[in-house]
């Protein structure tokens, strides 16, 4: 069965409007409370369009400033990296910053294929077919449909078609239910938005021995000319985590580098519980994710720094400890990798490794 993680969340009322949060630490893991309606039609576009701040300039010091940063801190890998360009996507980032209790058994961050992430892959493909069409008839033979184009997805077809006739149907629910959301919420986007579905970024840092690669869910707006002119969207059939704003302020880092103009804004479009979390781009955000991937690629290198058990200054897993009962948080690990029990059937987001 699909089921809710077992965590909490907090929450204060910005005043923005109906079905606008904030989120204490920068992320929700719980479904919102009772009489809670998430943003829908022009509200949910407003939201996007307007963060509260000003839309920052283009500005090419910062830009550069950033490069340098970044550069610089890499210098040591571009000397001991042989060989092909080490690939940093989000999911290999949060694993090789993950403290010894979170870090994932395969050390890249890519979960098997379960219940939950085949359903982020029904529902992204959704999702994309919504904002390009318009329209889509039955929701779980769509997406399943489209996922089977996608060479890559193939152990994710494969895992949905060997499904008994019981688990297809509550993935069958579930998706189902995800998609009515979309529906009901997402208006037709104007062409003047300029929307781009699932548009890939990949920059190249340490002279060359880095490659950045992100892949946007969504992406809005005109290149920018003076002011930034362009939104990003992330989409997840999961409950907000703080993670979810790692990975959006990943992408506007990628973005600015790539374009020489940051994003204005950065959201995550929870599909499962209708929750849209806006972040506006500022220097501070662009510089606390330069400092983050620093950190990262050099716990990915051979004989880099990685994190022991216990708190980690980056772990996301550490993060979402934050928002669950104070009787699940560990207090105190011995071993360098604790034990840990088998991950719940909940939904999760796919993996980059795994996406279209």
Do not use: K
Request: proline share 9%; with cysteine; glycine share 10%.
């Amino acid at each position: 069965m699909i089921t809710d993680p077992d965590s909490r969340g907090t929450r204060v009322d910005t005043g923005v409007g109906p079905g606008t949060t904030a989120r204490v630490g920068g992320g929700s893991a719980t479904p919102p409370s009772a009489g809670w309606q998430p943003l829908a039609g022009p509200a949910l576009l407003d939201r996007l369009r307007v963060t509260g701040r000003p839309r920052p300039s283009v500005d090419a010091a910062l830009v550069g400033n950033l490069r340098g940063y970044l550069d610089r801190g890499l210098d040591d890998v571009a000397a001991t990296v042989g060989g092909p360009a080490t690939v940093v996507t989000g999911h290999r980032l949060t694993a090789a910053l993950a403290c010894g209790i979170h870090r994932p058994d395969d050390g890249v961050g890519c979960p098997p294929i379960s219940a939950p992430l085949a359903c982020g892959a029904l529902v992204g493909v959704l999702f994309r077919q919504w904002v390009t069409t318009g329209s889509f008839d039955d929701p779980f033979d769509d997406a399943l449909e489209g996922l089977s184009i996608d060479g890559h997805q193939a152990p994710v077809v494969a895992w949905i078609e060997g499904l008994s006739a019981a688990r297809r149907s509550e993935l069958r629910a579930e998706v189902g239910r995800q998609a009515d959301g979309i529906r009901q919420r997402w208006p037709a986007l104007d062409p003047a938005w300029l929307p781009r579905t699932r548009e890939p970024i990949r920059v190249e840092l340490a002279h060359g021995r880095v490659e950045l690669a992100v892949r946007i869910d969504l992406v809005l707006g005109r290149p920018a000319v003076l002011d930034a002119s362009v939104a990003l969207v992330e989409v997840t059939s999961a409950l907000l985590r703080p993670g979810h704003r790692d990975d959006a302020r990943l992408g506007a880092l990628a973005e600015t580098l790539r374009s020489g103009a940051p994003p204005f804004a950065v959201a995550t479009y929870s599909t499962r519980t209708g929750e849209l979390d806006v972040e506006a781009v500022t220097p501070e955000l662009l510089v606390g994710a330069a400092n983050r991937l620093v950190a990262g690629v050099r716990a990915m290198i051979p004989g880099g720094e990685r994190s022991a058990a216990g708190a980690a200054p980056w772990c996301a897993g550490c993060a979402a400890e934050l928002f669950r009962p104070a009787a699940s948080t560990v207090t105190s690990v011995s071993p360098v990798r604790a034990a840990r029990p088998a991950a719940p059937d909940v939904l999760v987001d796919v993996p980059e490794e795994l996406a279209a």
